[in-house]
Protein backbone atom coordinates (compact mmCIF):
# COMPACT_ATOMS: atom_id res chain seq x y z
CA UNK A 1 0.00 0.00 0.00
CA UNK A 2 1.31 3.56 -0.97
CA UNK A 3 2.58 6.05 1.54
CA UNK A 4 -0.45 8.37 0.18
CA UNK A 5 -2.90 5.70 0.61
CA UNK A 6 -1.72 5.12 4.13
CA UNK A 7 -1.86 9.11 4.97
CA UNK A 8 -5.32 9.51 3.07
CA UNK A 9 -6.21 6.08 5.69
CA UNK A 10 -5.11 7.88 8.59
CA UNK A 11 -6.47 11.06 8.17
CA UNK A 12 -9.94 9.56 7.95
CA UNK A 13 -8.98 7.88 11.36
CA UNK A 14 -8.67 10.78 12.58
CA UNK A 15 -11.71 12.19 11.88
CA UNK A 16 -13.57 9.10 12.44
CA UNK A 17 -12.09 9.19 16.22
CA UNK A 18 -12.79 12.80 16.64
CA UNK A 19 -16.58 12.30 15.71
CA UNK A 20 -16.50 9.56 17.93
CA UNK A 21 -15.09 11.75 20.89
CA UNK A 22 -17.76 15.00 20.39
CA UNK A 23 -20.53 11.69 20.71
CA UNK A 24 -19.00 10.37 23.77
CA UNK A 25 -18.56 13.84 25.49
CA UNK A 26 -22.00 14.84 24.30
CA UNK A 27 -21.20 17.63 22.45
CA UNK A 28 -23.96 19.51 20.81
CA UNK A 29 -26.22 17.21 22.30
CA UNK A 30 -29.93 18.37 23.79
CA UNK A 31 -27.81 21.75 22.73
CA UNK A 32 -27.59 24.12 19.52
CA UNK A 33 -24.28 25.79 20.49
CA UNK A 34 -20.94 24.01 21.18
CA UNK A 35 -20.06 26.15 24.39
CA UNK A 36 -22.80 23.89 26.30
CA UNK A 37 -20.97 21.17 25.70
CA UNK A 38 -18.98 20.97 28.78
CA UNK A 39 -21.80 21.49 31.14
CA UNK A 40 -22.67 18.22 32.65
CA UNK A 41 -26.24 17.64 33.52
CA UNK A 42 -26.59 14.23 32.49
CA UNK A 43 -25.03 10.96 32.27
CA UNK A 44 -21.31 11.74 30.42
CA UNK A 45 -18.11 8.98 29.60
CA UNK A 46 -15.59 12.23 29.66
CA UNK A 47 -12.77 10.04 28.83
CA UNK A 48 -11.59 6.65 28.90
CA UNK A 49 -7.63 5.72 30.43
CA UNK A 50 -5.18 3.24 29.56
CA UNK A 51 -2.93 2.54 32.86
CA UNK A 52 -0.16 2.02 29.35
CA UNK A 53 -1.86 3.60 26.74
CA UNK A 54 0.84 1.60 24.48
CA UNK A 55 1.60 -2.26 25.09
CA UNK A 56 5.02 -4.01 24.47
CA UNK A 57 4.77 -7.56 23.99
CA UNK A 58 3.50 -9.63 26.76
CA UNK A 59 2.14 -6.31 28.78
CA UNK A 60 -1.26 -6.38 29.91
CA UNK A 61 -3.07 -2.72 30.88
CA UNK A 62 -5.53 -1.35 33.72
CA UNK A 63 -8.49 0.10 31.70
CA UNK A 64 -10.90 2.42 33.74
CA UNK A 65 -13.10 5.89 32.87
CA UNK A 66 -14.41 9.10 34.41
CA UNK A 67 -17.95 9.18 34.27
CA UNK A 68 -20.22 11.56 35.36
CA UNK A 69 -23.49 9.89 36.80
CA UNK A 70 -26.05 12.43 38.40
CA UNK A 71 -28.65 9.48 38.58
CA UNK A 72 -28.48 8.24 42.18
CA UNK A 73 -28.45 4.54 40.82
CA UNK A 74 -25.75 2.51 40.12
CA UNK A 75 -24.24 2.78 36.58
CA UNK A 76 -23.43 -0.54 34.52
CA UNK A 77 -20.22 -1.37 32.53
CA UNK A 78 -19.77 -2.73 29.73
CA UNK A 79 -16.27 -3.50 28.21
CA UNK A 80 -15.23 -5.02 24.58
CA UNK A 81 -12.34 -4.33 22.12
CA UNK A 82 -11.55 -5.01 19.01
CA UNK A 83 -9.23 -4.64 15.42
CA UNK A 84 -11.01 -2.51 13.47
CA UNK A 85 -14.11 -0.31 13.25
CA UNK A 86 -17.14 0.31 10.90
CA UNK A 87 -18.62 3.50 9.62
CA UNK A 88 -20.98 5.79 11.69
CA UNK A 89 -24.15 4.10 9.20
CA UNK A 90 -24.07 0.83 11.39
CA UNK A 91 -22.98 3.00 14.96
CA UNK A 92 -18.65 2.07 14.40
CA UNK A 93 -19.60 -2.19 15.19
CA UNK A 94 -16.59 -4.07 15.09
CA UNK A 95 -15.97 -4.63 11.33
CA UNK A 96 -13.68 -7.95 11.85
CA UNK A 97 -15.35 -10.70 14.52
CA UNK A 98 -13.36 -12.79 16.90
CA UNK A 99 -13.48 -15.88 14.65
CA UNK A 100 -12.17 -13.91 11.80
CA UNK A 101 -9.28 -12.39 13.63
CA UNK A 102 -8.59 -16.05 14.68
CA UNK A 103 -8.45 -17.59 11.32
CA UNK A 104 -6.18 -14.56 9.95
CA UNK A 105 -4.11 -14.95 12.31
CA UNK A 106 -4.14 -19.31 11.95
CA UNK A 107 -2.94 -18.42 7.94
CA UNK A 108 0.07 -16.51 10.05
CA UNK A 109 1.00 -19.30 11.47
CA UNK A 110 -0.18 -18.97 15.18
CA UNK A 111 -3.27 -20.24 15.50
CA UNK A 112 -2.10 -20.98 18.82
CA UNK A 113 -3.52 -17.19 19.61
CA UNK A 114 -6.77 -16.83 21.50
CA UNK A 115 -9.31 -14.15 20.85
CA UNK A 116 -11.71 -12.73 22.87
CA UNK A 117 -13.21 -9.85 22.19
CA UNK A 118 -14.89 -8.82 26.38
CA UNK A 119 -13.25 -7.69 29.06
CA UNK A 120 -15.81 -7.22 31.23
CA UNK A 121 -18.27 -5.80 33.74
CA UNK A 122 -16.28 -4.14 36.19
CA UNK A 123 -15.45 -0.16 36.34
CA UNK A 124 -11.85 -1.39 35.68
CA UNK A 125 -10.80 -4.12 33.34
CA UNK A 126 -7.97 -5.22 32.06
CA UNK A 127 -6.55 -5.39 28.38
CA UNK A 128 -3.38 -8.50 27.54
CA UNK A 129 -1.27 -7.83 24.97
CA UNK A 130 -2.71 -10.14 21.82
CA UNK A 131 -0.38 -13.12 21.65
CA UNK A 132 3.28 -12.36 20.89
CA UNK A 133 5.22 -9.71 19.00
CA UNK A 134 5.74 -11.95 16.26
CA UNK A 135 2.18 -12.60 15.61
CA UNK A 136 1.12 -9.23 15.29
CA UNK A 137 4.09 -8.90 12.94
CA UNK A 138 3.09 -11.43 10.83
CA UNK A 139 -0.75 -10.04 11.34
CA UNK A 140 0.46 -6.48 9.86
CA UNK A 141 2.72 -7.92 6.94
CA UNK A 142 -0.56 -10.38 6.05
CA UNK A 143 -2.78 -7.01 6.15
CA UNK A 144 -0.13 -5.04 3.72
CA UNK A 145 -0.28 -7.46 1.46
CA UNK A 146 -3.98 -8.05 1.62
CA UNK A 147 -6.24 -7.01 -1.31
CA UNK A 148 -8.07 -3.89 -0.89
CA UNK A 149 -10.91 -5.36 -0.80
CA UNK A 150 -10.38 -7.73 2.10
CA UNK A 151 -11.29 -6.91 5.28
CA UNK A 152 -7.92 -7.30 6.77
CA UNK A 153 -5.97 -5.29 4.66
CA UNK A 154 -7.96 -1.89 7.08
CA UNK A 155 -5.94 -3.37 10.08
CA UNK A 156 -4.05 -0.18 11.15
CA UNK A 157 -0.03 -1.43 11.45
CA UNK A 158 1.26 2.32 11.65
CA UNK A 159 3.39 2.26 14.69
CA UNK A 160 1.59 -0.99 15.72
CA UNK A 161 -1.61 -3.05 15.71
CA UNK A 162 -4.34 -0.13 16.55
CA UNK A 163 -6.64 -1.79 18.58
CA UNK A 164 -10.17 -0.18 19.27
CA UNK A 165 -11.95 -0.23 23.20
CA UNK A 166 -15.77 0.15 23.42
CA UNK A 167 -17.21 0.99 26.53
CA UNK A 168 -20.99 1.41 27.48
CA UNK A 169 -22.32 2.93 30.59
CA UNK A 170 -25.70 2.06 31.36
CA UNK A 171 -27.73 4.49 34.29
CA UNK A 172 -31.59 4.66 34.88
CA UNK A 173 -32.08 3.49 31.30
CA UNK A 174 -29.55 6.12 30.24
CA UNK A 175 -27.22 4.77 28.10
CA UNK A 176 -23.59 6.21 26.81
CA UNK A 177 -20.63 4.81 24.85
CA UNK A 178 -17.12 5.63 23.81
CA UNK A 179 -14.32 4.34 22.07
CA UNK A 180 -10.70 4.61 23.20
CA UNK A 181 -7.53 3.08 21.09
CA UNK A 182 -4.51 1.42 22.61
CA UNK A 183 -1.38 0.12 20.08
CA UNK A 184 0.05 -2.90 20.72
CA UNK A 185 3.97 -2.33 20.02
CA UNK A 186 5.29 -5.25 17.93
CA UNK A 187 8.59 -5.27 19.22
CA UNK A 188 10.32 -4.27 22.76
CA UNK A 189 12.45 -1.88 21.87
CA UNK A 190 9.55 0.77 20.76
CA UNK A 191 9.70 3.65 23.15
CA UNK A 192 5.96 3.17 24.72
CA UNK A 193 3.93 6.61 25.43
CA UNK A 194 2.79 7.20 29.55
CA UNK A 195 0.14 9.30 30.31
CA UNK A 196 0.21 12.81 30.95
CA UNK A 197 -1.38 14.07 34.67
CA UNK A 198 -2.29 17.02 36.12
CA UNK A 199 -1.25 17.36 39.78
CA UNK A 200 -2.98 20.25 40.69
CA UNK A 201 -5.62 22.88 40.05
CA UNK A 202 -5.30 26.18 41.62
CA UNK A 203 -8.32 29.32 41.41
CA UNK A 204 -7.68 32.86 41.99
CA UNK A 205 -10.38 35.74 41.90
CA UNK A 206 -11.01 37.01 38.34
CA UNK A 207 -8.04 40.44 37.97
CA UNK A 208 -5.47 38.55 41.16
CA UNK A 209 -1.80 37.63 40.49
CA UNK A 210 -1.72 34.27 40.07
CA UNK A 211 0.34 34.04 42.79
CA UNK A 212 -2.37 34.86 45.01
CA UNK A 213 -4.26 31.42 43.48
CA UNK A 214 -4.83 28.23 46.28
CA UNK A 215 -5.05 24.99 45.29
CA UNK A 216 -8.65 23.08 44.96
CA UNK A 217 -8.75 20.23 47.18
CA UNK A 218 -9.95 17.10 46.10
CA UNK A 219 -13.36 15.84 46.49
CA UNK A 220 -14.38 18.73 49.23
CA UNK A 221 -12.47 20.88 51.38
CA UNK A 222 -12.37 24.10 53.10
CA UNK A 223 -12.34 26.97 50.15
CA UNK A 224 -15.91 28.06 49.25
CA UNK A 225 -16.30 30.34 45.97
CA UNK A 226 -18.72 33.28 45.50
CA UNK A 227 -22.32 32.77 43.57
CA UNK A 228 -21.84 35.16 40.43
CA UNK A 229 -17.95 35.53 40.75
CA UNK A 230 -15.40 34.83 37.96
CA UNK A 231 -12.48 33.40 38.68
CA UNK A 232 -9.09 32.51 37.77
CA UNK A 233 -8.14 28.43 36.78
CA UNK A 234 -4.82 27.14 36.52
CA UNK A 235 -3.47 23.28 36.18
CA UNK A 236 -0.41 22.36 36.92
CA UNK A 237 1.34 20.14 34.54
CA UNK A 238 4.59 18.39 34.81
CA UNK A 239 6.79 19.43 31.76
CA UNK A 240 7.61 15.78 31.50
CA UNK A 241 3.69 15.13 30.65
CA UNK A 242 4.42 16.32 27.19
CA UNK A 243 6.84 13.38 25.51
CA UNK A 244 9.09 13.35 22.63
CA UNK A 245 6.93 11.89 20.07
CA UNK A 246 8.67 8.55 17.56
CA UNK A 247 7.63 6.70 15.04
CA UNK A 248 9.75 3.93 16.06
CA UNK A 249 12.62 2.64 18.28
CA UNK A 250 14.61 4.88 20.41
CA UNK A 251 17.82 6.05 19.51
CA UNK A 252 21.51 4.65 20.93
CA UNK A 253 21.42 7.76 23.46
CA UNK A 254 17.95 7.35 24.58
CA UNK A 255 16.20 9.94 22.99
CA UNK A 256 13.58 9.37 20.18
CA UNK A 257 12.32 11.47 17.21
CA UNK A 258 11.55 10.86 13.18
CA UNK A 259 14.21 9.77 10.89
CA UNK A 260 15.92 12.73 8.53
CA UNK A 261 17.61 11.97 5.38
CA UNK A 262 21.12 11.84 6.67
CA UNK A 263 20.33 8.92 8.81
CA UNK A 264 20.16 11.15 11.86
CA UNK A 265 17.14 11.47 14.38
CA UNK A 266 14.52 14.70 14.73
CA UNK A 267 12.73 15.04 18.00
CA UNK A 268 8.76 15.99 18.07
CA UNK A 269 7.09 16.60 21.25
CA UNK A 270 3.49 16.03 21.69
CA UNK A 271 0.98 18.23 21.93
CA UNK A 272 -1.70 18.16 24.88
CA UNK A 273 -5.21 19.38 24.96
CA UNK A 274 -7.11 19.98 28.34
CA UNK A 275 -11.23 19.80 28.19
CA UNK A 276 -12.84 21.19 30.80
CA UNK A 277 -16.67 20.49 32.14
CA UNK A 278 -18.29 22.17 35.05
CA UNK A 279 -21.82 21.66 37.00
CA UNK A 280 -22.80 25.36 36.62
CA UNK A 281 -22.05 29.01 35.15
CA UNK A 282 -19.43 29.44 32.03
CA UNK A 283 -16.24 28.48 31.41
CA UNK A 284 -13.95 30.86 29.53
CA UNK A 285 -12.75 28.01 27.04
CA UNK A 286 -14.46 24.49 26.91
CA UNK A 287 -10.55 23.07 25.42
CA UNK A 288 -6.98 24.64 26.05
CA UNK A 289 -3.62 23.26 24.21
CA UNK A 290 -0.13 24.05 24.29
CA UNK A 291 1.85 24.84 21.85
CA UNK A 292 5.24 23.66 19.87
CA UNK A 293 6.06 27.58 19.24
CA UNK A 294 6.75 28.88 22.74
CA UNK A 295 9.01 29.43 24.65
CA UNK A 296 6.08 28.61 27.27
CA UNK A 297 4.36 25.59 25.87
CA UNK A 298 2.17 24.99 28.67
CA UNK A 299 1.09 28.90 29.13
CA UNK A 300 -1.87 28.25 27.02
CA UNK A 301 -2.82 24.73 28.09
CA UNK A 302 -3.01 25.37 32.03
CA UNK A 303 -4.73 28.47 32.02
CA UNK A 304 -8.99 29.22 31.94
CA UNK A 305 -11.74 30.94 33.42
CA UNK A 306 -14.87 30.26 34.93
CA UNK A 307 -17.96 32.21 36.13
CA UNK A 308 -20.04 30.97 38.53
CA UNK A 309 -23.54 30.54 38.78
CA UNK A 310 -25.59 33.23 40.44
CA UNK A 311 -27.80 32.37 43.81
CA UNK A 312 -30.69 32.11 41.80
CA UNK A 313 -29.32 30.24 39.16
CA UNK A 314 -27.33 27.66 41.07
CA UNK A 315 -28.51 24.01 41.09
CA UNK A 316 -26.39 22.75 44.06
CA UNK A 317 -24.70 24.28 46.99
CA UNK A 318 -21.17 23.40 45.44
CA UNK A 319 -19.47 23.66 42.06
CA UNK A 320 -17.79 20.60 40.41
CA UNK A 321 -14.60 21.09 37.84
CA UNK A 322 -13.69 18.05 35.56
CA UNK A 323 -10.54 18.44 33.55
CA UNK A 324 -9.36 15.40 31.19
CA UNK A 325 -6.17 16.27 29.72
CA UNK A 326 -4.48 14.23 26.78
CA UNK A 327 -1.57 14.10 24.23
CA UNK A 328 -2.11 13.11 21.25
CA UNK A 329 -1.00 9.44 21.10
CA UNK A 330 -3.59 8.00 23.18
CA UNK A 331 -2.43 9.32 26.74
CA UNK A 332 -5.03 10.58 29.31
CA UNK A 333 -4.92 12.02 33.05
CA UNK A 334 -7.67 13.69 34.70
CA UNK A 335 -8.96 15.87 37.91
CA UNK A 336 -12.11 16.53 39.56
CA UNK A 337 -12.48 18.93 42.19
CA UNK A 338 -15.48 20.39 44.16
CA UNK A 339 -16.17 23.87 46.46
CA UNK A 340 -19.33 25.02 48.09
CA UNK A 341 -20.65 27.73 47.26
CA UNK A 342 -21.29 30.78 49.14
CA UNK A 343 -22.61 34.68 49.18
CA UNK A 344 -19.28 35.66 50.44
CA UNK A 345 -16.14 33.26 49.18
CA UNK A 346 -12.98 33.62 47.82
Not at 61 to 71: C, G, I, K, S
Not at 170 to 191: C, F, M, N, P
Not at 293 to 310: A, E, R, V, Y
Request: net charge negative; aromatic share 6%; hydrophobic share 40%.
Amino acid sequence: MSNSINSQRRAIDRLVYSALAMVALGACMESKTFAASYLLDRLRILAIRAATPSLGPGESTALDVLVYNPQSSAAAYEWSWCPLRSGADVQYSCALGAQDLHSALAGCGHGDVAVDYDLGNSATVQLDYLGSAPALRDLCAAARSANRDQTISQLQCNNGLTLSVALSVTASEHKVTAIKQVTLLLDAQQVPNHNPEITAVRIAAQGEDASASVELPSPAGEVALTYGATYQLVIDVPATAAEETHPGRATEDGGVGVATEDGGMRAITEMLTASWFVTGGTLGQPITTSSRNSDQPFDSLCKNSWTLPSASEATASSAEIWIVIRDDRGGVGWAVRTAPLSASGL
